[in-house]
Nanobody, 122 residues
Framework: QVQLVESGGGLVQAGGSLRLSCAAS????????MGWFRQAPGKERAFVAA????????SYADSVKDRFTISRDNTKNTVYLQMNSLKPEDTAVYYC???????????????WGQGTQVTVSS
């Protein structure tokens, strides 16, 4: 059983930064590719970023490229999402997700966290 717990969300002004963390309760964290997704009110869940099992390969949605950075620490069973230059349109509930194998931009991850709210005020 894989449990994912996100933290680090909150209220921030436009232009500010937040760092989200996702701690995984899993025996071998490096077996899992990790992803971040978000869901804004009235919208479908959308891909944000993903990282390979080793952390070497990353991918980003165009809307967050050059502003967000995904990383992981396999010694701490944790994946991070550093969010800079935040915009009001980044407001959403952010979810981390885990899947065995390679990361994807699709929602076909096997395990999901409960989400953390990020609100960006203008």
């Amino acid at each position: 059983q894989v449990q994912l717990v996100e933290s680090g969300g909150g209220l921030v002004q436009a232009g500010g930064s937040l760092r989200l963390s996702c701690a995984a309760s899993v025996r071998i964290f490096s077996n899992y590719a990790m992803g971040w997704f978000r869901q804004a009110p009235g919208k479908e869940r959308a891909f944000v970023a993903a990282i390979s099992r080793s952390g070497v390969a990353t991918s980003y949605a165009d809307s967050v490229k050059d502003r967000f950075t995904i990383s992981r620490d396999n010694t701490k069973n944790t994946v991070y999402l550093q969010m800079n230059s935040l915009k009001p349109e980044d407001t959403a509930v952010y979810y981390c997700a885990a899947r065995q194998g390679v990361p994807t931009v699709y929602g076909n991850y096997e395990h999901w966290g409960q989400g953390t709210q990020v609100t960006v005020s203008s």
